[in-house]
């Protein structure tokens, strides 16, 4: 009874070496980030990739209440990812679905290892990951902005974990997929790394690739990935002057 | 980068650096804030390099107060328990003062003494390895303040907004004619007139922001200038009233100075202490 | 978690209250300063980030199509939710809408809709069966003090800023055409101003530490013709008759200001 008349361009799948929205297949959407933005939290960073728009706040570490939770040794991570109403084409009813959670577990254990936990114990670290608007890689990006806000609210860590997609559309191997790859494409592997180390902390895969292709995907990753982490420490020290 | 026999640098003293910046080979001696991986020396922190000879450290820009045996701190009374009081001390640590310490081995009702709300100046006596923390009021100059202010800095700007041998936080207290108490936990009391106070309030804040910057002084000095230039009252100012706490702020600056904290801390990186005094930049 | 306020801070600001100031060396009838900017969420058809002082609100509306509510079934709908965000203060916990919350979007979503701000009547594709429903969602990214007149203020500008596709009716057929958007019918600005009584005196916009120590506060929502569409008093202390007369026309004056701060469309 209801018909929809949209304006959203569909991808047409001609392009081979240029991609829906003119990039190259190793080239990311344009990246903002910006730290210390809110008041009250301990520390806070903003991040622009693409249409994406994330806000991440940190409290901690701090006073954890829930006795059941708490480490004797060393703080706990908690990390909650929680996407607005208003951020996706379709309103999202409010609080946590499955996806959520699952997003929320995988970036704790991205962000953890490279946290100095034991210098804490008995506490609790707190990230909150808000996407204000969602343009696909979504979780990358809000990793991504979580360890520039981990720096700003002074929790010590070994290093500053980025994070960043690969995957496959048009039957190309591509770095940063947009929403529309994503949504049509063939592969999408998000990755999170320690930039010094090159150590991986999150890695997941929804698709069909083949091991070079894989390689290939985890390379142009990394690639991307040492690229943020570019940008990650210019927003950090920009605070300072 | 600089090569004294095998030691090597990557960084010069006060750069700003953040997590994961190498400093140094293993050559030079890991302080606080930093962490030793791979035979190098690295970063744990967004703050300031600090080389005191061989010994590297980084002085955060941003951190917690984790509570040290020793310290002096200003922390407001949440709780009374059972021949106990609780306080915040501005730490993911809570603290507790033993009623004992107030009343000896007398039973007396402790909210005789303080009650929630209270806001008290307190030696750090004790902190156990999973970081229980026991206050105490054994002390010249602590005790319960009463009226005033209270503003929040971050604790490793403390030496800062003390200034070599008192002389950031005298300046302050001598233009405003506040007493200010400074807790080594970032908590701070200023009590004055009102105008003075906003005064005072508005020139820690300051502080607080440009801490990592060099002629803090001299801007520091202009603004109390600047602030009082338009508050100044008529030629005559009132004393303002002593009450029973105000012998803490002089004796205090003192104590604060002078002592030096204990070896307490087991689970830091480096297992290194923060020196009294050190300053964030000269 | 409740935060406890120290009484030296309790003291401190009632005793500048009471000499005609106040700690951040404001008005009694001044607010903080206001930042408004409209169109920030390009998936939202309507959003607004506002600021008053360091409180700050990002709302976005998303309309959809559905049914009427049984009662109403020539009008529109509108649904105003709203989330105190965990990373908005030390003390906001995850979860659903706590009572601050549901009073938070109750307040905005009645002066919304008592002032008749959006055309409802407008707003039905086929009576009794399919009407456009509104949905305005309040995300409060940071607290600093007066969620109300922040929520309302930025509320008001988010709806101007909507836009929602044409509709027309084809053989039996609801074509809901995105490529021509217009403009959700906004045919009123009421706004909310906020008074917190501290040591006898009523002051404006109150911000973080007026708010933790205030013996109470009431909020009034005045149309743009100076009449009342909402109040809500707050606080565990009570308001004399006088003081409720006198925000009351206070607030008139006061939102002919703070309407200023909405874009002109």
């Not at chain 2, 002085?59 to 020793?70: D, E, V």
């Not at chain 2, 205090?252 to 202490?273: K, Q, R, Y």
Request: with cysteine.
């Amino acid at each position: 009874m209801i018909t929809i008349i949209t304006n959203n361009e569909l991808s047409t799948g001609i392009e081979t070496s240029k991609r829906a929205d003119g990039r190259a297949f190793d080239e990311l959407r344009p990246i903002k980030i910006e730290a210390g933005v809110l008041k009250r939290a301990d520390g806070s960073a903003y991040l622009e990739l693409g249409g994406n728009k994330i806000l991440v706040a940190v409290y901690g570490p701090r006073e954890l209440h829930i006795r059941r939770l708490m480490q004797p040794n060393r703080a706990v991570l908690r990390c909650r990812y929680n996407m607005a109403p208003f951020s996706v084409d379709g309103r999202k009813r409010p609080g946590p679905d499955r996806r959520s959670v699952e997003i929320s577990k995988i970036t704790s254990e991205a962000l953890s290892p490279a946290v100095f936990l034991e210098k804490f114990p008995r506490s609790t670290i707190d990230v909150f990951i808000e996407v204000l608007e969602a343009e696909g890689g979504t979780r990358c990006a809000g990793i991504t902005a979580a360890s520039v806000a981990l720096a700003d609210a002074g929790v010590p860590m070994r290093d500053i974990i980025v994070s960043c997609a690969a995957g496959k559309a048009d039957g190309q191997v591509v770095l940063d997929l947009s929403e529309t790859e994503d949504k049509e494409g063939e592969a999408d592997m998000p990755i999170a790394i320690m930039p010094r180390t090159g150590e991986i902390t999150l890695l997941q895969s929804d698709g069909h690739l083949t091991s070079e292709e894989f390689e290939k995907a985890l390379d142009l990753a990394i690639n991307g990935c040492k690229k943020i982490s570019e940008e990650q420490k210019k927003a950090i020290l920009s605070r300072y002057g | 980068m600089h090569l004294g026999g095998q030691s090597v640098i990557f960084v010069e003293d006060k750069e700003i650096v953040i997590p994961g910046d190498i400093l140094a080979d293993e050559d030079y001696h890991a302080g606080r804030g930093t962490f030793k991986e791979n035979n190098k020396i690295t970063s744990s922190l967004v703050g300031l390099v600090a080389i005191r000879d061989k010994n590297i450290s980084v002085i955060p820009l941003q951190s917690k107060y984790i509570p040290k045996r020793g310290d002096v701190v200003i922390g407001e009374i949440t709780d009374i328990r059972f021949s106990m009081w609780n306080l915040d001390i501005n730490s993911p640590y809570s603290g507790i003062l033993p009623a004992s310490d107030v009343f000896g081995k007398e039973k007396r009702d402790l909210s005789k003494a303080f009650n929630v709300g209270d806001v008290l100046f307190l030696r750090v006596v004790d902190v156990d390895e999973v970081k229980k923390v026991k206050l105490g009021l054994k002390g010249r100059g602590l005790g319960k303040f009463r009226g005033g202010i209270l503003i929040n800095i971050t604790p490793t700007k403390v030496p800062r907004l003390i200034g070599k041998k008192g002389s950031m936080i005298n300046m302050i207290k001598d233009e405003t004619r506040c007493e200010v108490t400074v807790g080594q936990n970032g908590v701070v009391w200023v009590k004055g007139k009102p105008d003075m106070e906003r005064v005072a309030e508005k020139v820690i804040n300051m502080i607080e922001e440009q801490a990592h910057t060099s002629g803090l002084t001299d801007r520091v000095r202009n603004m109390l200038f600047e602030l009082l230039g338009k508050e100044k009252p008529l030629e005559k100012q009132e004393e303002t009233e002593e009450t029973e706490e105000t012998e803490e702020t002089e004796e205090t600056e003192e104590t604060e100075e002078t002592e030096e904290t204990e070896e307490t801390e087991e689970t830091e990186e480096t297992g290194e202490e923060e020196e009294d005094g050190e300053e964030l930049i000269q | 978690m409740v935060t406890i306020i120290p009484e030296i801070i309790r003291e401190s600001i009632t005793n500048l209250v009471k000499n005609g100031e106040r700690s951040d060396g404001r008005a009694f009838y001044e607010y903080r300063g206001i930042s408004l900017e409209t169109g920030v969420i390009e998936k939202a058809e309507g959003s607004a980030r506002v600021k008053i002082g360091n409180t700050q609100i990002m709302i976005g509306t998303k309309p959809q199509i559905g049914e009427p509510f049984p009662d109403t079934p020539n009008v529109g709908v509108l649904m105003t939710n709203s989330e105190l965000l965990p990373m908005a203060a030390p003390d906001f916990e995850p979860g659903p809408p706590d009572e601050r919350s549901v009073e938070l979007s109750r307040v905005t979503d009645r002066c919304i809709r008592e002032a008749g701000v959006v055309d409802l009547d407008k707003l039905v594709i086929i009576e009794g069966e399919k009407v456009w429903m509104i949905f305005l969602d309040l995300h409060v990214l940071d607290y600093d003090g007066n969620l109300i007149d922040a929520a309302v203020l930025g509320s008001i500008a988010a709806l101007i800023n909507t836009k929602i596709p044409e509709t027309r009716i084809e053989d039996g057929e609801i074509i809901v055409d995105h490529e021509k958007m217009i403009s959700l019918p906004v045919k009123e600005k009421a706004l909310m101003t906020t008074f917190a009584k501290i040591g006898g005196e009523l002051i404006v916009d109150p911000s973080l530490e007026e708010e933790q120590i205030m013996d109470a506060r009431i909020s009034i929502g005045i149309r743009e013709d100076g009449s009342i569409c909402a109040m809500q008093k707050g606080g565990a202390n009570p308001l004399t008759k006088e003081e409720v007369i006198m925000a009351i026309s206070k607030s008139q004056e006061i939102t002919k200001e703070l309407r200023e701060h909405l874009p002109k469309n």
